[in-house]
């Protein structure tokens, strides 16, 4: 039988899944690793069979997706990794040029939706940009996530502005943020149950065993990582959620409406959940 084939974004927002993978949650799966924009790619064209997957890419291609239920990357509030880092304050920005990393698709929605509420219509352009010289000089700002604005938001430049979007998500809309979901493609999920509920109990389980392994996981990392463990705690522990509850829901419904509004995407697709045996 052919292993599943499973896409996993290795940023550090996944780590409890990441330790997993890496100590036997693995067996059994073909892992490809790699940034969202590469992987989504290889989501919707049927080159992997599961991934986590920005969540606009689900709204784009829910005809061909069904979401793993239970889990996603989320907050409620500040995100601490995905920055909006400027020259000058938001609400100063108007038809500046920003640069958008390559990286990502969620985030690129999330800022136009912010930006617009502060009445901004920039010119954004997607290119490679770097946490050592986040905004290049022909930009006004950047846009940065992951582990590269994580570590931005821990070395902030005077005379630079930081925001982060999910705490600017919050106070736009008073709803929590649902950033990445896990989905699955149709085909799979419908002829490889067995397979498929593999995968959700070896996920889900990884994320909800975190805090009681949390020293280990986080340890693992440490050296190869440039964070301490006060900051990876906090960042883990308080500020990234993986559980897809109803509240989350309901704020990712609100983000498709208003990217729908926005012409972000062509419709807002129905929640369609994969059938597995919860725990």
């Not at 780590?15 to 290889?42: E, R």
């Not at 958008?100 to 912010?114: P, R």
């Not at 392994?213 to 463990?229: A, G, H, M, R, W």
Request: hydrophobic residues 35%; contains cysteine; proline residues 5%.
């Amino acid at each position: 039988m052919t292993c599943p084939r499973v896409g996993h974004i290795d940023f550090l927002n996944v780590l409890p899944l990441s330790y997993s993978y890496n100590h036997g949650a693995a067996q059994g799966l073909a892992i490809t690793k790699g940034v969202p924009a590469v992987l989504n790619n290889d989501l919707i064209n049927g080159r992997l069979d599961m991934s986590n997957s920005s969540s606009i890419v689900y709204a784009r291609h829910s005809e061909k997706l069904v979401i793993l239920p239970d889990v996603c990357i989320s907050t409620d509030g500040a995100v601490q990794s995905i920055l909006l880092i400027s020259r000058k304050p938001i609400e100063s920005l108007k038809d500046d040029k920003i640069i958008l990393t390559a990286k990502s698709a969620t985030s690129h929605c999330l800022l136009k939706i912010i930006l617009r509420s502060y009445g901004a219509i920039p010119n954004y352009y997607v290119r490679h940009v770097t946490p050592e010289r986040p905004i290049p000089d022909d930009a006004t700002a950047s846009l940065l996530i992951g582990d590269d604005a994580l570590w931005c938001y821990h070395h902030q430049e005077e005379g630079l502005y930081y925001y982060d979007l999910g705490k600017e998500w919050q106070e736009l809309t008073g709803k929590k943020m649902v950033y990445a979901l896990w989905v699955v493609n149709k085909d799979f999920a419908e002829n490889s149950p067995e397979m498929l509920q593999l995968i959700y109990d070896r996920v889900h389980k990884s994320f909800q065993r975190y805090p009681e392994n949390k020293e280990t996981v986080i340890n693992s990392i440490l050296k190869d990582k440039p964070f301490t463990y006060e900051q990876l705690d906090s960042y883990l522990y308080n500020t990234i959620k993986w559980d897809l509850s109803e509240e989350y829901i309901e704020g990712l419904r609100t983000f498709y409406q208003m990217a729908h509004n926005m012409n972000l995407i062509e419709h807002i697709p129905e929640l369609n959940f994969a059938k597995v045996r919860r725990n």
